[in-house]
């Protein structure tokens, strides 16, 4: 069993930097990949970032390309997401999820356990 809980969410303006961290719980964190996606009012949930076990590797979804970064600490069991150059169409619930899964981490299929998410909310 895997717990996730976000924090880092909140109100910014556009131009502006916002981190976002996922801390999980138990001892498989650092064997698992790790995702970002975001869901806004009315629209899917989307893939914005994921990170293999290592942190070697990284994925970005076109939208977020050059502006987000995610990272991770496997000694401290969390995730991060580093967001720059936030836009209003950024703007939406931001939810970490976990995968056993090396590929594939794109579709949110491959995740089996997920956080509660965080809001994030780009003024104009």
């Known amino acids: 069993q895997v717990q996730l809980v976000e924090s880092g969410g909140g109100l910014v303006q556009a131009g502006g930097s916002l981190g976002l961290s996922c801390a999980a719980s138990?001892?498989?964190?650092?064997?698992?990949?790790m995702g970002w996606f975001r869901q806004a009012p009315g629209k899917e949930r989307e893939f914005v970032a994921a990170?293999?076990?290592?942190?070697?590797?990284?994925y970005y979804g076109d939208s977020v390309k050059g502006r987000f970064t995610i990272s991770r600490d496997n000694a401290k069991n969390t995730v991060y997401l580093q967001m720059n150059s936030l836009k209003p169409e950024d703007t939406a619930v931001y939810y970490c999820?976990?995968?056993?899964?090396?590929?594939?981490?794109?579709?949110?299929?491959?995740?089996?356990?997920w956080g509660q998410g965080t809001q994030v909310t780009v003024s104009s």
């Open positions: 999820a976990s995968s056993s899964k090396w590929r594939g981490l794109v579709d949110l299929k491959n995740y089996d356990y």
């Open positions: 990170i293999n076990w290592s942190g070697f590797s990284t």
């Open positions: 138990g001892r498989t964190f650092s064997s698992r990949s």
